[in-house]
């Protein structure tokens, strides 16, 4: 990959787009290509082919994806099923058809098995049932990474996925279908504002979850983009994880909540844990570099700067 290629980012707009897209400029990359979702809808196959067609990107990053948190993936599972397979089978088949030899395909935690052996190894896949609460958007990822596989063995392409853990930082979603980091981030800001005794969090509390800062994830993509060549998936992630009470405890520090933090055992925990083995991302050159007290400071620091969400 060149600084001068001309680089397609699916979903610049989005937590993990936007961080891509920020490295990539940070590295010297200028020849940026992207669309809203208004200019191009990803699940309208016709308009894809004929943006690829117009337009011929080098390298395609594919980090477009219907996402959320627990609650979104119990009520939305057809739809996180069906629109990110239609968003990832209509871009990869764009690409190959344009010719576009490099693309990164951007996937999840969520493919490994519900009681999966932790950490979790890349060859863990498959070899277990999905959680049940996430089961959709886990299917789709999984195919996702397939798909990068099977057209390099098929068409001799070069594309790549990486499989981070729950991502969070800048430019996340703070609505009631966000991601846990930034729907906690908003419940105890408003606890303050507010003055309320008690914060509810969804869960026992026990359940056990490894988190990467979001520009961290967007260093890894661009490592891998310019060094790593092999169809095998790599795992992305701090190797660090804690328990939901204890991000809990950490993200009332941060917002200055005194109230008290209650646990509400009649939602769903999810998996009981995930944490990712890293040691290959780790041999290939790549490390993280921001520890989770200083990611929660500079996402709180973000989510104050959206009055939409942020009361005052």
Not at 75 to 89: H, V
Not at 182 to 205: C, Q, Y
Not at 212 to 235: G, I, R
């Amino acid at each position: 990959m060149n600084k001068p290629s001309k680089i397609y980012i699916c979903g610049h707009r989005g937590m993990a787009g936007s961080a891509i897209m920020r490295k990539l400029q940070e590295k010297g990359y200028t020849n940026l290509v992207y669309r809203t979702h208004k200019e191009l809808d990803l699940t309208n196959q016709a308009d894809v082919f004929k943006f690829f067609e117009q337009e011929k990107p080098e390298v395609v990053i594919l980090a477009a994806a219907a996402v959320g948190g627990i609650k979104k993936n119990i009520d939305y599972p057809a739809d996180m099923l069906m629109t990110n397979m239609m968003i990832q089978s209509n871009v990869f088949e764009a690409a190959h058809r344009n010719k576009v030899n490099r693309l990164l395909f951007l996937g999840s935690s969520c493919i490994y098995p519900r009681l999966c052996p932790q950490p979790m190894k890349e060859e863990y896949l498959l070899t277990g049932p999905f959680e049940p609460t996430n089961e959709g958007y886990a299917l789709a990822k999984v195919a996702g990474l397939r798909l990068c596989e099977y057209y390099n063995r098929q068409y001799g392409t070069d594309y790549i996925s990486i499989m981070p853990c729950n991502l969070y930082g800048i430019n996340d979603h703070y609505n009631e279908n966000a991601h846990v980091m930034a729907s906690l981030l908003r419940r105890f800001h408003e606890a303050k504002i507010d003055n309320l005794p008690t914060v509810s969090v969804w869960g026992t509390g026990k359940q056990r979850r490894e988190f990467l800062f979001v520009d961290d994830m967007a260093d890894a993509a661009v490592y891998f983009l310019e060094n790593y060549h092999k169809s095998e998936f790599v795992n992305i992630g701090s190797g660090n994880d804690v328990s939901i009470a204890e991000l809990a405890g950490l993200i009332a520090k941060t917002v200055g909540y005194k109230g008290k933090i209650e646990f509400d055992t009649s939602k769903p925990d999810g998996m009981p844990r995930k944490l990712l083995d890293t040691s290959k991302a780790e041999s290939l050159g790549w490390k993280y570099k921001t520890e989770l007290e200083d990611g929660i400071r500079l996402t709180y620091e973000d989510f104050l700067k959206h009055p939409e969400f942020a009361k005052r």
